[in-house]
T-cell receptor, first 112, second 114 residues
Framework: AAGVIQSPRHLIKEKRETATLKCYPI?????VYWYQQGPGQDPQFLIS???????DKGSIPDRFSAQQFSDYHSELNMSSLELGDSALYFC???????????FGPGTRLTVL | DAKTTQPNSMESNEEEPVHLPCNHS???????IHWYRQLPSQGPEYVIH???SNVNNRMASLAIAEDRKSSTLILHRATLRDAAVYYC???????????????FGKGTLLTVNP
């Protein structure tokens, strides 16, 4: 069965650089969620989209922005990267109204 | 979102049942109880969810107390592949069809001994 695809899987950036993380949801899933998991931490919700519109916002820094495109894939844009942004970033998708979120394998971002 | 409390860690032996408890004394009437698990180096994975009645699926069973202030995830025969962090999460069923964010707390690290 198709799963959530995230790219890249690993990313190394310098401080103050920018990064773009991509998420391709499972076909026919119209809702996408982004989560951040710092080292030794639990996943924290960042932002979600439903039908290309932002549906909820969590503790996402102003330096981060995201959008969902017409093909339902989503991108998380991160600017002015800080050391503290080093984390695993998970994308999850679900069909509307479904109780289950399907998570991708994550993108590991390292900021040096 | 209402808070949940879980033990930091639990240990089990392979092929034995495991009962993972979760307290959620401030649960509201519309909160669903969800369980996810996160295996090492992987994204979280849905396990099971319920509202009031006990639930069973191919992965586990969920036993919900009558007053809904606690629940227990039951793995009937633990395997080494069940070693993971298990998260008990309350999700508001009234939050709308497109707003099902998950608020992860401190889960339970399950160790399975061979």
């Amino acid at each position: 069965a198709a799963g959530v695809i995230q790219s890249p899987r690993h990313l190394i950036k310098e401080k103050r650089e920018t990064a773009t993380l991509k998420c391709y949801p499972i076909p026919r899933h119209d809702t996408v969620y982004w989560y951040q998991q710092g080292p030794g931490q639990d996943p924290q919700f960042l932002i979600s989209f439903y039908e290309k519109m932002q549906s909820d916002k969590g503790s996402i820094p102003d330096r981060f922005s995201a959008q969902q495109f017409s093909d339902y894939h989503s991108e998380l844009n991160m600017s002015s990267l800080e050391l503290g942004d080093s984390a695993l970033y998970f994308c999850a998708s679900s069909p509307e109204g479904d109780n289950e979120q399907f998570f991708g394998p994550g993108t590991r971002l390292t900021v040096l | 979102d209402a808070k949940t409390t879980q033990p930091n860690s639990m240990e089990s032996n392979e092929e034995e049942p495991v009962h993972l408890p979760c307290n959620h004394s401030t649960i509201s009437g519309t909160d669903y109880i969800h369980w996810y698990r996160q295996l090492p180096s992987q994204g979280p994975e849905y396990v099971i969810h319920g509202l009031t009645s006990n639930v069973n699926n191919r992965m586990a069973s969920l036993a919900i107390a009558e007053d809904r202030k606690s629940s227990t995830l039951i793995l009937h025969r633990a395997t080494l592949r069940d070693a993971a962090v298990y998260y008990c999460i309350l999700r508001d069923g009234d939050s709308g069809g497109s707003n099902y964010k998950l608020t992860f707390g401190k889960g339970t690290l399950l160790t399975v001994n061979p």
